[in-house]
C-alpha cells in the first residue's frame, strides 16, 4: 500500500470511536484511580499506588498483568532491551502510573511509544501525585 494510502488510513483509525467494551473498561480504569487517590492521596511511592490500583481492578472484576515486558522488533529481530509498561487491563487498556511533582513529556512519549509497539488503541498516563486526581489522568488514544 503506498505511504499515503497508510496514513489516511491511520488518520481513520485516530478518529474511529473505541468500542463499548473498550469504553467499558476505560470507566472501570479511571474510576479504580480516583478510589485509590480519595483513599490514599498524594505523598506515597509509585509502588503502593500500583499495588493499590491493581487490587481496585481487581474488585471490579478486571484482568490485569503488571510490569509487563514488551519486546521491540524491527527488521525481523526481537532486541533484548525491551521496555516494560507498568499495568494493562483486559489485555486491552495501558496504564503508566506515576507518583511525581510534574509530568516529563518524556513519559507522554512512553506511552505513546508502548501504544503503537503494542498495537493497543487505548492508554492512561496517571500521575497519583496530585491534589484532585482529575489533574492527574491523561488519556492517549492511538
Known amino acids: 500500500m503506498p505511504q499515503r494510502h ?10 474511529k470511536p ?3 467494551e473498550l469504553e467499558r473498561i476505560r470507566k472501570l480504569v479511571v474510576d479504580a ?6 483513599n490514599l492521596g498524594p505523598g506515597l511511592l509509585e509502588k503502593v499506588y500500583e499495588v493499590c490500583f491493581c487490587h ?20 525481523d529481530i526481537e532486541f533484548s532491551e525491551g521496555l516494560r509498561l507498568d ?4 489485555e486491552e ?20 511509544s508502548h501504544l503503537k509497539l503494542t498495537d493497543k488503541r487505548l492508554g492512561y498516563l496517571i500521575n497519583f501525585n496530585v491534589s484532585r486526581i482529575k489533574n ?5 488514544v492511538n
Not at 33 to 38: D, F, I, L, P, S
Not at 60 to 66: A, E, H, V, Y
Not at 87 to 90: T, Y
Not at 136 to 140: K, L, P, T, V
Open 87 to 90: 499495568v494493562i487491563v483486559e
Open 6 to 15: 497508510k496514513d489516511a488510513k491511520k488518520h481513520e483509525d485516530i478518529f
Open 33 to 38: 484511580a480516583y478510589t485509590v487517590h480519595y
Open 56 to 75: 481496585e481492578l481487581q474488585k471490579r472484576g478486571l484482568k490485569f498483568r503488571r510490569q509487563v515486558y514488551i519486546p521491540i522488533v524491527y527488521d
Open 136 to 140: 492527574g489522568i491523561r488519556r492517549f
Open 93 to 112: 487498556v495501558i496504564c503508566e502510573l506515576k507518583a511525581i511533582e510534574t509530568v516529563n513529556p518524556v513519559w507522554e512519549a512512553q506511552i505513546i
Open 18 to 20: 473505541i468500542s463499548k
